[in-house]
């Protein structure tokens, strides 16, 4: 996590000073929309996410360990929110529209698209990762985007490092699969 | 010798390897390690092309005005939660009369639970706002020329000192640790205060304390929260 929040804002915002917590949804806005975008693969599923991150966080505030980084405490939180409304999208949307088969390309805005074959490269990755389960991709997405080593995702995750590593060679090989008509072709 | 597998070379390109492990010498030797190596640098760099959009400068503010609408009411119900709890704890000591002169409950019948918890909302907002005025005597005290602690402070102290135990006690017991920390470290110096500081020395060291610890702002913020409730 890019943001810094000190030990006096933390234990600020621990004792309920509000004006604390504003610092610290100020500051970590940022990074918790880029995981939580990593994680959801749309903006709106990642806006639902930082909202709900950081009422699960002022919530759970008293239980944070002072001991542990604050930073990697967020991630967590980020992470199995993003995990959740995930989820929440996947079920509306197999019952809402079963037959919709491009909803992962769909998503993207065409807006922020610079040009067509990046576009076709965006919507190839966003289904290539869809096809990742919760875990392999939040495995995949903070070792790989968010650089936190191994130890640090199974923490974030919950889980221990054999299981994070099982789910980063599983979520590799399986963007290597589905990109492999590529390989050599886009360096 | 075999080629290392796939695994192997994930944990080498993200650097998880072992420094010791034998297989980094092997890969970075062998050409085919190396072609496979690049080929999953390919797949890596593909899906780095998938950027997060970029937020405004002023996204953390927004986020803000969307949080803070949600949260006022969760605070008002933990701590509805709390006092609630602390209500049936505190009960049989605001009855005897610990913290008020006034009488148990009359011969009409019994308070109403939303009475009650009133005033026990009342004896805590009481409970912190004696406390902070004991420990500003304590550290504005510690000053001049007269270091030692009148018999009173000591009196109060211990009173004060019994009421936060129990505080602590429901805290814990509903889950509000953080509320139970700062009693906590209030019991600890109304102990001490309690005991009498008997040195110039002692009373400073019960000063620094307090500061270090922020104690009186703490106070002023749970004190701030039983108000609003």
Same mark, same amino acid.
């Given at each position: 996590?890019?943001?810094?929040?000190?030990?006096?804002?933390?234990?600020?915002?621990?004792?309920?000073?509000?004006?604390? @917590?504003?610092?610290?949804?100020?500051?970590?806005?940022?990074?918790?929309?880029?995981?939580?975008?990593?994680?959801?693969?749309?903006?709106?599923?990642?806006?639902?996410?930082?909202?709900?991150?950081?009422?699960?966080?002022?919530?759970?505030?008293?239980?944070?360990?002072?001991?542990?980084?604050?930073?990697?405490?967020?991630?967590?939180?980020?992470?199995?929110?993003?995990?959740?409304?995930?989820?929440?999208?996947?079920?509306?949307?197999?019952?809402?529209?079963?037959?919709?088969?491009?909803?992962?390309?769909?998503?993207?805005?065409?807006?922020?698209?610079?040009? =067509?074959?990046?576009?076709?490269?965006?919507?190839?990755?966003?289904?290539?990762?869809?096809?990742?389960?919760?875990?392999?991709?939040?495995?995949?997405?903070?070792?790989? @985007?968010?650089?936190?080593?191994?130890?640090? =995702?199974?923490?974030?995750?919950?889980?221990?490092?054999?299981?994070?590593?099982?789910?980063? @060679?599983?979520?590799?090989?399986?963007?290597?699969?589905?990109?492999?008509?590529?390989?050599?072709?886009?360096? | 010798?075999?080629?290392?597998?796939?695994?192997? $070379?994930?944990?080498?390109?993200? %650097?998880?390897?072992?420094?010791?492990?034998?297989?980094? *010498?092997?890969?970075?030797?062998?050409? !085919?390690?190396?072609?496979?190596?690049?080929?999953?640098?390919?797949? &890596?760099?593909?899906?780095?092309?998938?950027?997060?959009?970029?937020?405004?400068?002023?996204? *953390?503010?927004?986020? +803000?005005?969307?949080?803070?609408?949600?949260?006022?009411?969760?605070?008002?119900?933990?701590?509805? #939660? +709390?006092?609630?709890?602390?209500?049936?704890?505190?009960?049989?000591? /605001?009855?005897? *009369?610990? /913290?008020?002169?006034?009488?148990?409950?009359?011969?009409?019948?019994?308070?109403?639970?939303?009475?009650?918890?009133?005033?026990?909302? #009342?004896?805590?907002?009481?409970? /912190?706002?004696?406390?902070?005025? $004991?420990?500003?005597? #304590?550290?504005? %005290?510690?000053?001049?020329?007269?270091?030692?602690?009148?018999?009173?402070? !000591?009196?109060?102290? %211990?009173?004060?000192?019994?009421?936060?135990? $129990?505080?602590?006690?429901?805290?814990?017991?509903?889950?509000? #640790?953080?509320?139970?920390?700062?009693?906590?470290?209030?019991?600890?110096?109304?102990?001490?205060?309690?005991? %009498?500081?008997?040195? &110039?020395?002692?009373?400073?060291?019960?000063?620094?304390?307090?500061?270090?610890?922020?104690?009186?702002?703490?106070?002023?913020? $749970? *004190?701030?929260?039983?108000?609003?409730?």
């Amino acid at each position: 996590m890019k943001a810094v929040v000190t030990e006096e804002v933390l234990a600020r915002a621990r004792s309920g000073d509000q004006a604390a @917590f504003r610092l610290i949804v100020e500051g970590c806005s940022r990074d918790v929309f880029r995981l939580a975008f990593r994680i959801t693969g749309n903006e709106e599923d990642a806006e639902d996410a930082v909202q709900e991150t950081f009422l699960r966080a002022y919530r759970k505030l008293d239980a944070f360990e002072a001991r542990a980084s604050f930073g990697t405490w967020l991630y967590r939180v980020t992470a199995n929110t993003a995990i959740d409304v995930l989820r929440r999208r996947k079920r509306t949307s197999e019952q809402t529209d079963l037959l919709e088969d491009d909803a992962p390309a769909a998503r993207v805005a065409p807006s922020q698209e610079k040009s =067509v074959y990046r576009r076709q490269v965006r919507e190839r990755v966003e289904a290539a990762l869809s096809c990742l389960s919760d875990l392999e991709r939040s495995a995949f997405v903070l070792r790989h @985007f968010e650089e936190m080593s191994l130890a640090e =995702v199974s923490e974030s995750l919950d889980t221990t490092v054999s299981a994070t590593k099982q789910a980063l @060679f599983r979520a590799v090989r399986k963007l290597r699969k589905s990109l492999a008509p590529v390989e050599g072709s886009t360096s | 010798m075999s080629h290392p597998s796939e695994e192997d $070379l994930v944990l080498y390109l993200y %650097g998880e390897m072992e420094e010791s492990d034998f297989l980094r *010498g092997h890969i970075e030797s062998c050409a !085919r390690c190396q072609e496979e190596l690049d080929l999953l640098r390919q797949v &890596l760099a593909e899906v780095d092309e998938v950027t997060p959009p970029e937020r405004a400068a002023d996204y *953390g503010a927004r986020v +803000w005005e969307r949080v803070s609408k949600e949260l006022p009411g969760k605070k008002r119900y933990r701590a509805y #939660v +709390w006092l609630a709890a602390a209500a049936s704890l505190l009960l049989a000591t /605001f009855l005897a *009369g610990r /913290f008020t002169a006034r009488p148990p409950a009359d011969d009409k019948g019994a308070r109403s639970s939303d009475v009650r918890e009133r005033i026990l909302l #009342v004896a805590l907002s009481e409970h /912190f706002e004696r406390s902070q005025m $004991l420990l500003l005597d #304590v550290v504005n %005290g510690s000053d001049g020329a007269a270091p030692t602690l009148v018999p009173l402070d !000591r009196e109060r102290a %211990g009173e004060l000192l019994q009421a936060s135990r $129990l505080y602590r006690q429901t805290a814990y017991q509903v889950g509000e #640790v953080a509320a139970a920390d700062v009693l906590e470290e209030l019991e600890r110096i109304l102990l001490d205060v309690s005991q %009498g500081p008997e040195s &110039l020395e002692a009373r400073e060291a019960l000063k620094t304390r307090i500061e270090e610890r922020d104690l009186l702002f703490k106070l002023r913020v $749970l *004190g701030s929260t039983v108000r609003k409730f």
